[in-house]
């Protein structure tokens, strides 16, 4: 049966007077580093900035002039947007709110940002396998039609294979031909090995890593006898929560299984975005625009050191 939500058009309406409203203000100004698309018009060369792209040196004219000098381009703002959607069994859990809600949510928000800046939006589904791919296009009605798909989907049976983002990470190496930001939105309960696939698809495209999470996948409460079931294989387990060395134990698997996920985020070489099940959007999208500043603030030095040391060495 397709998953009860509100029709999208009201939900995107909802959005827009509830978030997208208060981020308009909190984030006046800031659009730019948010949503930078890339140069690819040249337009002059001067001498090297402090903070100015390293990438853009132009290195014959640096040699002849003894003096590092970078070219400016015309900034081409616009940009594609990519949301690779983990929508497998597990993002149908939530202990008050679904995790596959909370991405809906966060998927709305950030096509609506980005299509009211003139950007384009497309999306990669991935349920057991890539079973629909909707191109990037602009516009609040590309976003309304992104939603639909979305709200529009039945729940998936449970599987004993279970969830591999491997699957979905290659596939999608061959369906984004020119450089995008790229949202990768999952709770990662996922085959071992995605790390490889997520690393290369980052050499490529900028990739933030929006991980779903519940905090009853960190901590059981204490109600007694309760029945636990893998939401991707179905199996069923009897467990006594009044246990509290249970209790420790479920929390230690958990604790090292957050630290795997992080030494894999490491590994790839991605921004990463926890977004829990009772988390405010607007709060959500303040923590991605702190990441993103502080990102930018980290490129610029690295740049203004690497300046530095051609000046020295020069």
């Not at 779903?212 to 294989?233: I, K």
Request: charged letters at 25%; one cysteine or more; a neutral charge.
């Amino acid at each position: 049966m397709p998953r009860p939500q509100l029709n999208p058009d009201v939900y995107l309406k909802k959005l827009e007077w509830t978030v997208i409203r208060r981020l308009d203000g909190l984030l006046q100004g800031n659009y730019r580093t948010l949503f930078r698309g890339q140069g690819l018009d040249l337009a002059d060369i001067r001498e090297y900035q402090y903070g100015d792209d390293v990438r853009h040196i132009d290195w014959n004219v640096t040699a002849r002039l003894q003096a590092p000098y970078v070219r400016e381009y015309h900034e081409d703002r616009e940009i594609n947007a990519w949301f690779l959607l983990d929508l497998s069994s597990s993002v149908d859990f939530g202990s008050e709110v679904k995790k596959q809600s909370v991405s809906g949510g966060f998927v709305a928000v950030l096509a609506r940002l980005l299509t009211r800046q003139g950007n384009r939006v497309g999306a990669i589904l991935y349920g057991d396998s890539i079973d629909q791919v909707i191109p990037a296009r602009g516009g609040r009605r590309h976003v309304l039609h992104l939603m639909h798909a979305l709200q529009a989907r039945p729940e998936l049976p449970t599987s004993p294979a279970g969830t591999d983002l491997n699957d979905l990470l290659q596939g999608a190496f061959g369906m984004m031909p020119r450089r995008s930001l790229v949202f990768l939105v999952s709770d990662f309960i996922s085959a071992p090995g995605w790390e490889k696939p997520l690393a290369q698809l980052a050499q490529r495209h900028e990739v933030i890593a929006v991980r779903l999470y519940d905090p009853l996948e960190s901590e059981l409460p204490d109600v007694g006898m309760v029945v636990m079931q893998d939401a991707e294989t179905g199996e069923q387990l009897f467990v006594d929560t009044h246990d509290r060395k249970f209790r420790e134990r479920f929390a230690a698997a958990a604790a090292k299984r957050e630290n795997a996920l992080r030494k894999g985020f490491a590994r790839a070489g991605v921004d990463v975005l926890e977004l829990c099940t009772d988390d405010d959007l607007v709060d959500a999208i303040r923590r991605f625009a702190e990441l993103r500043r502080r990102r930018s603030r980290v490129a610029g030095a690295m740049s203004g050191a690497a300046a530095g040391h051609l000046q020295v060495k020069a």
